[in-house]
Nanobody, 124 residues
Framework: QVQLVESGGGLVQAGGSLRLSCAASGVIFSRYAMGWFRQAPGKEREFVASISRTGGRTYYADSVKGRFTISRDNAKNTVYLQMNSLKPEDTAVYYC?????????????????WGQGTQVTVSS
């Protein structure tokens, strides 16, 4: 059974940092590209970042480029999202997702597996 479990969310002041983790089990992790998405109250789920199977290719939404960094450790079956210079508009539930492809995608429909989400709240 495939499981993706996010952790690391919480409450932080604007300008602060958080690092999210997503631990995968039940899959051969290195065969999956990974993505992070987020969903704020009343809004649609949106793409945040993705990373290829090997970690060599990363993509970011314009809204987080230069502030967020996605990375992975295939030995630990874990993908990370380092979030710096956080803004109140970054407040959302953050989800990790896995897609059986070489590189990730910005389309949520492309992903096969999803975590349950972790709440990130940025206060002004």
């Amino acid at each position: 059974q495939v499981q993706l479990v996010e952790s690391g969310g919480g409450l932080v002041q604007a300008g602060g940092s958080l690092r999210l983790s997503c631990a995968a089990s039940g899959v051969i992790f290195s065969r999956y590209a990974m993505g992070w998405f987020r969903q704020a109250p009343g809004k649609e789920r949106e793409f945040v970042a993705s990373i290829s199977r090997t970690g060599g290719r990363t993509y970011y939404a314009d809204s987080v480029k230069g502030r967020f960094t996605i990375s992975r450790d295939n030995a630990k079956n874990t993908v990370y999202l380092q979030m710096n210079s956080l803004k109140p508009e970054d407040t959302a539930v953050y989800y990790c997702a896995a897609v059986s492809s070489v590189i990730g995608s910005s389309r949520s429909d492309d992903y096969h597996y999803w975590g349950q989400g972790t709440q990130v709240t940025v206060s002004s």
